[in-house]
C-alpha cells in the first residue's frame, strides 16, 4: 500500500468510525480493511492506529465529550461530526500529536464532510476538552 498523508488517513480512519458504528460485531481490523476495500479508501497503519485507539478508549473519549457538549445532549449531535469529534479526542487524549494540529486537521475534515455551521460547534468542543486536559 503506497504512503498517504495524515490528513488522507484522518478522513479514512472517520469514514470507517463513521461505519463501524452501525456494525460493530466485526473484528476491528478485519472491518477496517473490509470497509477501506469496499469503500476505496487508501488505509494505512496510521489511520487504523487513529481508529483503534478510539474502539480502545471509546467510553473515556465519549464521556469527554458528552462532558464539553454544553447545552447539546450526546445523542443530538450529527454521526458525522461524532465521529469526527471522536477522532480528534482521541488524538488529544492519548497521543502526542499537538492540540492545534488535531483541531486544525478535524475542523478541515468538518469542512468537506459536515454542515456550515458544524465547524464552529466542533472546535468549541474540541477546544473545550483540549483546554480540560491542560
Same mark, same amino acid.
Given at each position: ?47 487504523? *492506529? =487513529? ?6 478508549? @471509546?467510553? %473515556? &473519549?465519549?464521556? +469527554? $465529550? ?24 482521541? *488524538? =488529544? ?6 492540540? @492545534?494540529? %488535531? &483541531?486544525?486537521? +478535524? $475542523? ?27
Amino acid at each position: 500500500m503506497s504512503r498517504i498523508s495524515r490528513r488522507a488517513s484522518r478522513e479514512c480512519a472517520v469514514k470507517v468510525l463513521y461505519s463501524y458504528e452501525f456494525q460493530s460485531d466485526v473484528p476491528r481490523r478485519e472491518f477496517f480493511d473490509m470497509t477501506c476495500e469496499q469503500a476505496e479508501l487508501d488505509g494505512g497503519d496510521f489511520a487504523f *492506529e =487513529l481508529f483503534n485507539g478510539f474502539c480502545e478508549n @471509546a467510553d %473515556a &473519549i465519549d464521556s +469527554a $465529550i458528552a462532558d464539553n457538549l454544553h447545552g447539546w445532549s450526546f445523542k443530538r449531535v450529527a454521526r458525522v461530526s461524532l465521529a469526527i469529534m471522536r477522532l480528534c479526542t482521541y *488524538e =488529544l487524549l492519548y497521543t502526542e500529536t499537538p492540540a @492545534a494540529i %488535531a &483541531i486544525n486537521e +478535524a $475542523i478541515e475534515i468538518c469542512k468537506a464532510y459536515d454542515g456550515d455551521e458544524a465547524p464552529s460547534f466542533i472546535n468549541g468542543v474540541l477546544n473545550s476538552i483540549a483546554k480540560s486536559k491542560a
